[in-house]
């Protein structure tokens, strides 16, 4: 990415957008660019407080700073300083930081389109520099929007070295090295130096303990940033019952993300979509995946992407996410319900001006394009809601389907959620629950234990059989309620879908 910004520079698009939070990196970057890849190029910065300044050797000569300093005093509105830029005589690199506050207005937004085009054949650019991204539709056809991505493991290891330095830390093996670096993957340099520091200044040192402190700090900045959520789970896939087949895919993939996968020449797993019936356990795989593949998990919570308060803020909130996603790969990205996430992706060009279509437009694209080990794992209910464009063959790996758990499975269940919270199983009866709960859901199963344990605690005694069985027999489960739903789904996967259960593959067969 930091290739394509000395590209677009060489090329002389006149306006470029560079979304970043990492002002001090992104400008020390393109310094270095001017200084190496262009003529000697100089580079101006604008901001609101100091109007446009000369970057770098400011302190050399005196009459240039008078002259800096009245530069500063008429450019310090933006209009003024476009108008600055289109009059100076030599080329240059022209950076804008935090425009995006005035980019609405006429005047700038007439000063940035007069700029473009009187930028030809002048070697001159614009860069508008900022966290966040606003581009007003007049500007759209004119500027290139450009991601500066986060540190590379190389950029974390000279912030790194610095530290160790500073702190005059002895020589760390190279493992514990590789450690701190990959934990502070997904965070920008400060707050990389800030972790570092602050996991120094709990512990006294930077060793292998200080790695799950560095982790957790990096939770919290996640967490921080509101769309994306970090998961932790401490079930394994033995919680779960049934879904051997699913289990299977997922244990021979275990390895998938090694550099031994790579050099065997398999290539990297991208994602893989479960459907199914609600309760039956998707969402639970696909966190106890995190465990089996020891990789951390991110939810991506659609509904906060979602932001109408400003044109664009929507993209760019996607965008920060799957950047972030990406920046700590290999990871895996959980989109739970992504029927509803996407439900008006298609078709919904006139209710919200065209966000939804552009948002579903550019997590496709992502998927499609996407090179870092990110791997997808999206969960979906309803078959009809979902955009026909994910079930395309090549989007996900693999399309799962988990239907109502069979007699063996809820055999199963039954044993998971008792020998959870009793050690004494032996005295339920499981095959007799598992035909009373026929058509019963794992969760449903796992609700009626639970209303026979309230059932029996609010009568000072132990739990028992015949509780489970009332309790049963007091539920409509979701599969009679929603009859329709779950034949219509079934129905949809018996032919596009791959069983999750082998008992369910068997049964299908024999339907047909
Ligand atoms: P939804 O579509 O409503 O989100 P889901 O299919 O994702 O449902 P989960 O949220 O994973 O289902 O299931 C809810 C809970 O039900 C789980 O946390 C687990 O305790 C229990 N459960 C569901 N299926 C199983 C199963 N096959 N084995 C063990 N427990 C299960």
């Known amino acids: 990415m930091k290739e394509e910004l000395s590209i677009l520079i060489k090329a002389q698009y006149p306006l470029i957008y560079l979304v970043t939070p990492e002002e001090q990196r992104a400008e020390q970057a393109i310094a270095r660019i001017a200084r190496t890849e262009t003529q000697h190029q100089q580079v101006f910065v604008w ?6 300044v000369e970057c770098g050797n400011e302190q050399t000569n005196p009459d240039r700073n008078q002259a800096r ?24 690199l022209f950076i804008f930081k935090d425009l995006h506050d005035f980019i609405t207005d006429p005047g700038v937004k007439r000063a940035l389109r007069d700029a473009i085009a009187s930028f030809k054949g002048t070697e001159k650019i614009i860069i508008l520099m900022s966290p966040l991204q606003e581009i007003p539709i007049e500007l759209e056809k004119e500027v290139v929007v450009l991601d500066y991505p986060l540190p590379n493991m190389a950029e974390l290891n000279k912030v790194l070295d610095r530290h160790l330095d500073k702190t005059k830390t002895s020589r760390i093996t190279t493992e514990v090295r590789e450690k701190l670096l990959r934990a502070a993957l997904g965070l920008t340099k400060d707050e990389a130096e800030k972790v570092y520091r602050k996991a120094y200044v709990k512990a006294g040192r930077l060793t292998q303990e200080e790695v799950d402190i560095i982790l957790s700090e990096k939770k919290q900045l996640i967490r921080r940033n509101g769309i994306l959520e970090y998961i932790e789970e401490d079930e394994t896939l033995d919680a779960i019952g049934g879904l051997d087949e699913l289990k299977k895919w997922l244990r021979q993939r275990s390895n998938a993300f090694t550099e031994r996968a790579r050099e065997y020449g398999l290539p990297q797993p991208k994602g893989m ?12 795989i696909a966190k106890t995946t995190s465990r089996l593949w020891g990789l951390p998990i991110l939810r991506l919570d659609m509904g906060r992407v979602y932001d109408g308060s400003m044109v664009g803020r929507s993209e760019a909130n996607l965008r920060n996410a799957l950047k ?5 790969s290999p990871a895996i990205l959980f989109i739970d319900e992504l029927d509803k996430s996407f439900a008006g992706g298609t078709g919904s060009a006139d209710s919200d001006g065209g966000t939804s279509s552009r948002i579903f437009g ?10 870092s080990p990110v791997f997808v794992m999206a969960t979906a209910n309803r078959i009809e809601r979902l955009p026909g464009e994910f079930l395309r063959k090549g989007r996900f790996d693999e399309i799962f389907f988990v239907d109502l758990p069979t007699q063996q499975e809820r055999e199963e269940i039954f044993r998971i959620h008792l020998c959870k919270r009793r050690d004494d199983i032996a005295r339920f009866d499981l095959p007799q629950l598992a035909t009373m709960s026929d058509g019963f859901s794992g969760a449903e199963i796992e609700q009626a234990i639970i209303a026979a344990m309230y059932e029996a605690f609010a009568q000072d005694r132990e739990f ?16 009679r309620t929603m009859m329709e739903q779950v034949t219509a789904l079934r129905e949809w996967a018996r032919q596009r879908a791959r069983p999750a259960a082998t008992a369910t593959a068997e049964y299908q067969r ?3």
């Not at 979509?273 to 639970?284: D, F, Y």
């Not at 550019?362 to 090179?371: A, I």
């Open 47 to 52: 901001t609101m407080t100091q109007g446009m």
């Open 273 to 284: 979509l479960i459907l199914g019936v609600p309760g039956c356990g998707k969402s639970l």
């Open 69 to 92: 300093n009245s530069t500063r005093h008429n450019t310090v509105s933006p209009e003024a300083a476009i108008k600055w830029v289109i009059q100076h005589e030599q080329a240059g």
């Open 510 to 512: 024999m339907e047909f």
């Open 464 to 479: 028992v059989q015949i509780d489970i069985i009332a309790a049963l027999k007091a539920t409509l489960p979701l599969s």
């Open 362 to 371: 550019s997590f496709l694209t992502w998927m499609q394009e996407k090179t």
């Open 324 to 328: 972030t996603a990406e920046s700590i």
